[in-house]
């Protein structure tokens, strides 16, 4: 449900620049030489943001609000694709799913069981709408929840690169990360003027500034420094 706290050209003016800070983020992160990607983090990435986009669309979130993820999702398969790529190459070319690329751990398991589990319950929610099984209201509830638990399992989506990152700081670049978080508050500033600040839509800015800001300060620790 929209408010309408800010004028609809300055909320799209604000979501533009969202989207523009999200784009400069990949760029930098894609041209920045000794940034080595966790793989499954952005496995994950890929996968989820892609999920969350659709959410968050399904929940009514208007355009200012999906430039940000849209690109996301986008240059985030991007990055995996990289990664892709040279987990194969080090794998001699013999797999298309080379082991690096294999969740490791209870943790990364959990999430992308998660991710895997929000997919098919949006697609079952559909289905039943279709099939007049579940009323507009119940299937409204139903991606309500989806869209809440799919916010949420990006703490866990963040584990493996926060860990890797706090024992190997030199595989990340602060720069990019800062930069996603402005894009992040920026996003939040939108999600406020559309929708209010108690919106379930807000867990998605909100949760995202928080992790990459927390990546950031954690790929400071290194001799490289910021820049």
Same mark, same amino acid.
């Given at each position: 449900?929209?408010?309408? %706290?800010?004028?609809?050209? /300055?909320?799209?003016? @604000?979501?533009?620049?969202?989207?523009? &800070?999200?784009?400069? !983020? #990949? +760029?930098?992160?894609?041209?920045?030489?000794?940034?080595?990607?966790?793989?499954?983090?952005?496995?994950?990435?890929?996968?989820?943001?892609?999920?969350?986009?659709?959410?968050?669309?399904?929940?009514?979130?208007?355009?200012?609000?999906?430039?940000?993820?849209?690109?996301?999702?986008?240059?985030?398969?991007?990055?995996?694709?990289?990664?892709?790529?040279?987990?194969?190459?080090?794998?001699?070319?013999?797999?298309?799913?080379?082991?690096? %690329?294999?969740?490791?751990? /209870?943790?990364?398991? @959990?999430?992308?069981?998660?991710?895997? &589990?929000?997919?098919? !319950? #949006? +697609?079952?929610?559909?289905?039943?709408?279709?099939?007049?099984?579940?009323?507009?209201?119940?299937?409204?509830?139903?991606?309500?929840?989806?869209?809440?638990?799919?916010?949420?399992?990006?703490?866990?989506?963040?584990?493996?690169?926060?860990?890797?990152?706090?024992?190997?700081?030199?595989?990340?670049?602060?720069?990019?990360?800062?930069?996603?978080?402005?894009?992040?508050?920026?996003?939040?500033?939108?999600?406020?003027?559309?929708?209010?600040?108690?919106?379930?839509?807000?867990?998605?800015?909100?949760?995202?500034?928080?992790?990459?800001?927390?990546?950031?300060?954690?790929?400071?620790?290194?001799?490289?420094?910021?820049?």
């Amino acid at each position: 449900m929209e408010t309408n %706290l800010m004028q609809p050209e /300055t909320l799209l003016n @604000i979501g533009l620049a969202a989207g523009f &800070l999200q784009l400069l !983020g #990949y +760029i930098l992160y894609i041209k920045i030489q000794g940034i080595d990607p966790n793989p499954i983090t952005w496995l994950m990435f890929s996968y989820g943001t892609a999920t969350l986009t659709i959410l968050e669309w399904d929940k009514d979130a208007t355009s200012a609000e999906l430039f940000l993820p849209t690109v996301c999702s986008v240059l985030a398969l991007v990055v995996f694709l990289k990664c892709w790529y040279i987990a194969r190459k080090k794998a001699g070319d013999k797999s298309w799913w080379p082991e690096g %690329l294999k969740p490791n751990g /209870t943790f990364e398991r @959990i999430t992308f069981g998660s991710d895997l &589990l929000i997919t098919i !319950g #949006y +697609i079952a929610c559909w289905f039943f709408s279709a099939a007049g099984i579940l009323t507009g209201d119940e299937r409204d509830l139903a991606v309500l929840a989806f869209l809440i638990l799919s916010n949420l399992s990006v703490i866990v989506e963040f584990m493996p690169i926060t860990k890797s990152t706090y024992e190997h700081p030199e595989r990340e670049h602060a720069l990019p990360w800062t930069i996603w978080a402005c894009a992040y508050a920026t996003l939040g500033v939108v999600t406020w003027g559309t929708h209010g600040f108690w919106s379930p839509l807000m867990l998605y800015p909100a949760l995202n500034c928080a992790a990459h800001a927390l990546i950031a300060v954690l790929a400071l620790n290194t001799r490289r420094g910021i820049v």
